[in-house]
């Protein structure tokens, strides 16, 4: 007869020499026993021998976190062991339903489960703390769901499907036709010497490109009173992925803020960031690029709207000030720096990936599907 279970603890009476080895030690060729103890304790019930369960008194008896089976039958049941065990002279534990069982197998059985209650509720107790218990008498019932898609048909789920995707296909054209847009625009020269704190130390813009043509540059608002950075920004940073196609296309990536550089290195390695990240502190690049709003330094503009517009749209009393984010694009003509593009707001919503901000670029993705001016470096899409 197999025993199915494990076995964990185990107590032994010290009025007897049986020591906690004998709790695995009795199994032979008689059983097969499986898993380990779970919990093992004595009944001073009489020094008799074990051999008969039913009649004689028992000194030990098992708790299985499983059960004892025979003929087919799956029986919870305090199961003895000591010495030698011999599952044909415990036959009469497993006496037909209609004999009813003996008192002391009643009485074993009972302590039995409750040995286990005793040991997962402590088990349970170790594991989740102290105050595991009180912590999840006080969750919430879990609510019942209300706001959800409506249920149909695979048949009409793909009908829906379709109609959606030809909107999404004019979606991405139109971005595509706005990119080949974009790489036309003009650009304006950068005339003012920008002096910015890097850990290499003082470094101009044209230093930002690391010798190469393009520069993408986030502005990242971080204020100089504060000490840790804007929320959506640093979720902004730790959603950018691989960079290296940047790289590989001629454009450098690196995160502008007007907090003191010391703030922003501490903040960096807060985060893990790798990206490189100067401070504007003491210069006008943030104000001159309209992402630190004081009409106290300049007049006030975001997204390309001057201060009245601004009242207009957000009424008087919500006039964007002080840090706001956005993204620049600049590109080099030997010593010389130009303005080509910015967005803010929305405008940088899934700018997080290489093509995305590529896309922002005059030279754009570099690839011979995309609608560029003649002479635009180009490389096959694949191959």
């Known amino acids: 007869m197999p025993v199915q279970g494990q076995i964990q603890t185990c107590y032994d009476d010290p009025a007897h020499d049986n020591q906690v080895g004998t709790c695995i030690r009795d199994c032979n060729q008689n059983t097969t026993c499986t898993g380990q103890l779970t919990s093992y304790y004595t009944l001073n019930l009489g020094r008799g021998g074990p051999s008969d369960l039913t009649a004689g008194p028992a000194r030990r008896l098992v708790a299985l976190e499983g059960a004892m089976s025979e003929g087919g039958e799956v029986h919870p049941w305090p199961v003895s062991q000591r010495d030698v065990i011999d599952w044909r002279e415990r036959s009469k534990l497993f006496a037909p339903a209609a004999t009813f069982p003996h008192p002391a197998v009643i009485l074993r059985t009972l302590l039995s489960w409750l040995a286990c209650c005793r040991h997962w509720s402590s088990t349970a107790r170790k594991r989740n703390g102290p105050d595991a218990r009180k912590e999840t008498r006080a969750m919430p019932p879990t609510p019942t769901l209300t706001a959800m898609p409506r249920i149909a048909s695979r048949e009409e789920w793909l009908a829906e499907r379709k109609q959606l995707l030809a909107r999404e296909k004019e979606l991405t054209r139109q971005a595509d036709r706005a990119s080949a847009e974009r790489r036309r625009l003009p650009m304006v020269k950068i005339e003012k010497d920008y002096v910015l704190d890097s850990p290499a130390g003082k470094v101009g813009l044209p230093n930002l490109f690391d010798g190469r043509r393009q520069l993408i540059v986030y502005h990242f608002m971080f204020d100089p009173e504060w000490d840790q950075g804007c929320p959506a920004c640093t979720s902004f940073a730790d959603a950018l992925g691989d960079l290296t196609m940047l790289g590989e296309r001629n454009t450098s990536f690196v995160l502008v803020s007007r907090a003191p550089l010391a703030k922003l290195e501490a903040y960096k390695a807060r985060r893990g960031w790798t990206l490189p990240w100067v401070s504007s502190h003491g210069s006008d690049f943030n104000y001159d690029f309209h992402v630190t709003l004081d009409e106290a330094v300049t007049p006030v503009e975001y997204n390309f709207r001057d201060r009245a ?48 901000l590529l896309d922002t670029t005059p030279y754009g993705r570099q690839e011979d599907w995309e609608d560029s001016p003649p002479g635009w470096p180009q490389r096959p899409t694949y191959g």
């Open 309 to 356: 517009e601004l009242a207009r749209t957000h009424g008087e009393d919500h006039v964007p000030k002080g840090e706001r984010h956005g993204l620049s694009v600049f590109f080099r003509v030997d010593e010389d720096v130009f303005h080509t593009y910015s967005a803010y707001a929305r405008g940088t919503e899934g700018l997080t990936d290489a093509y995305r």
